[in-house]
């Protein structure tokens, strides 16, 4: 597609790209729409710098891309019930949220297309974000891996952070800003496809992630483990991995149908606030 109305730099590879040339705090003609979604669809990530928006100008961004997704186990910003607010204050001693390799709540039926977040408080050390290519580390499988995998489906579930017996059911401390709801919920599980292929692009990804792929259907639980322990570090090794670096006023969008992220930590003694909102998806195939 001509990109008449943005401009469009991809990071070196082609997996993320920055965006300049729309205001989004203002409403998007359907052109712009178009042209920021097919840049999405083809870099995984794309980052607007500078962009001055208001939670209400968050929403609108995020309504001229999508329907919302279900925001789950995390209590919403106060009046606007599809932002999470994920702050974390000077002196949290709580872990960062989001510090394991993930892709957003895969353990729904629809889990979300994009995730969508701003950065509202941006410390001046550390606090990066880190994504995933899952097309890309599906393209450097052997034929022989790909063949194998393209009928195996991952158990999903939200046990390991989300269960009272899990991640955030057992930590203790008062510290922690973001609203955590541990929930027995957590416990269900479903199963999608490993080797899914993406709704926008009809290109194959590798799609399973550490925090949320339990097992992998019709394995043993030796066998899924060993498995899934080799596609979850084959599929965040270095060279599919790009280090996003934030700026104040940055808004950053990203493909759960193709990307898994990481939060990184090293901000310790500095504010960091990030809005985030998410896009609807549709069952994976
Ligand atoms: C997340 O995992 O959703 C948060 C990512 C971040 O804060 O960098």
Redesign the pocket.
């Known amino acids: 597609m001509a990109h008449k109305h943005i401009t469009i730099t991809p990071n070196p590879g082609g997996f993320g790209a920055s965006i300049i040339g729309a205001n989004l705090a203002r409403p998007l003609t359907r052109d712009i729409v178009a042209e920021i979604k097919d840049a999405w669809h083809a870099h995984g990530v794309v980052f607007f710098p500078d962009q001055d928006l208001t939670p209400s100008g968050l929403e609108g961004f995020t309504e001229a891309m999508g329907d919302y997704g279900l925001t789950e186990f995390i209590v919403p910003m106060d009046g606007h019930p599809n932002i999470l607010e994920?702050r974390r204050e000077p002196e949290e001693t709580a872990s960062h949220?989001?510090g394991g390799w993930?892709t957003?709540y895969t353990f729904q039926e629809k889990p979300p297309a994009a995730?969508i977040?701003y950065g509202h408080i941006v410390p001046p050390v550390g606090?990066d974000?880190l994504f995933a290519d899952g097309r890309a580390a599906y393209l450097a499988l052997s034929d022989k891996m790909k063949t194998f995998l393209e009928d195996l489906r991952g158990i999903h579930s939200a046990v390991l952070p989300y269960s009272k017996e899990g991640f955030y059911g057992n930590e203790n401390d008062p510290t922690r800003s973001l609203k955590i709801v541990p929930s027995d919920s957590a416990k269900d599980e479903r199963t999608h496809p490993i080797i899914r292929t993406h709704p926008g692009t009809g290109e194959k990804i590798l799609w399973i992630n550490r925090v949320y792929t339990i097992g992998i259907d019709g394995l043993n639980a030796e066998e899924g483990k060993a498995l899934l322990d080799f596609l979850c570090a084959f599929s965040t090794k270095d060279e599919f991995v790009y280090r996003h670096k934030w700026q104040k006023n940055m808004l950053t969008m990203w493909d759960n149908r193709r990307v898994q992220?990481f939060?990184?930590a090293g901000f310790d003694g500095h504010r960091?606030v990030?809005w985030?909102t998410t896009t609807a998806g549709t069952i994976p195939v």
């Open positions: 994920l949220f989001g993930h957003d995730t977040l606090g974000t992220h939060a990184d960091r990030m985030r």
